[in-house]
């Protein structure tokens, strides 16, 4: 197959091909509506996920800060007019009016002060980040949606951070068994590979420079890669069947650091 990354010419380009397979955003998605109307300006998309729970998804074609305040007002506004959103839809779709309204960001990437933003916010309107690319394939423009972590927030810290540490902080001994054999396999990368533990993630990186890093996030483990653009990109590590994909994405990361030099 032959795939050549293009660039959208317009948001609305983007609205259009995600309004018009919302799957593509997340499996179940459907479209309820674009532009709506709001008294906080138009929503891009209105859209309901699987659950019967409303979304909010606010779209940019470049990296835009402004948007995070823009969504959780559009957000809020949702929330505080669910009921006449579902009389509005009722006849064609069920809509949840018992489950809070979720906020999706979609844009071509997020800079580190959203993403420490995001952070912070309470986990019930915790914007989900989807950085998006562009690539073309027999002679159609097809839209590529990746999930991008927020920035890990800082604790206050005791004393150093121990690898045992973050190890402990994952629920149950399948998910500690997941991360012993993902740092094994990324340490086996290479003989130059050491790790680093941080308050909130386990640094992997090869003469002082991290090329990859693993984060326990209760109930999973999230991998962390360095991009060809400089830019981190996360996923979740479901199981032990998918290490070996992860450990090839962190190999690439590596040599991409390392002819970087």
């Not at 830019?231 to 199981?239: K, Q």
């Amino acid at each position: 197959m032959s795939y050549s990354p293009v660039e959208l010419e317009s948001e609305a380009e983007l609205e259009d091909k995600l309004f018009t397979d919302p799957s593509i955003i997340e499996p179940g998605m459907r479209s309820l509506a674009r532009q709506w109307n709001s008294d906080r300006g138009p929503l891009d998309l209105l859209l309901l996920d699987r659950d019967g729970r409303v979304v909010v998804a606010e779209l940019k074609l470049g990296e835009d800060d402004g948007m995070l305040m823009q969504g959780v007002d559009y957000l809020g506004w949702v929330h505080e007019n669910l009921v006449a959103i579902q009389r509005a839809f009722e006849k064609d779709v069920p809509i949840a009016t018992d489950q809070p309204p979720r906020l999706i960001l979609i844009a071509k990437a997020f800079s580190d002060l959203l993403r420490r933003r995001a952070a912070y916010m309470r986990e019930d309107v915790q914007p989900t980040l989807l950085a998006y690319r562009a690539i073309e394939h027999q002679a159609e423009t097809l839209v590529v949606l990746t999930e991008i972590e927020p920035s890990e927030v800082t604790e206050p810290a005791a004393g150093p951070t121990r690898e045992t540490d973050l190890r402990e902080y994952l629920v149950g001994d399948d998910l500690r068994g997941l991360w012993d054999h993902l740092i094994e396999a990324l340490k086996a990368i290479d003989p130059q590979v050491a790790t680093h533990s941080t308050t909130g993630y386990l640094a992997i990186g090869i003469r002082g420079r991290n090329f990859a890093s693993v984060s326990p996030r209760r109930h999973k483990v999230v991998l962390g890669t360095l991009s060809g653009s400089g830019r981190w990109e996360y996923s979740e590590i479901p199981s032990g069947a998918q290490i070996q994909s992860a450990v090839e994405r962190a190999a690439q990361a590596l040599r991409l650091l390392v002819d970087a030099k």
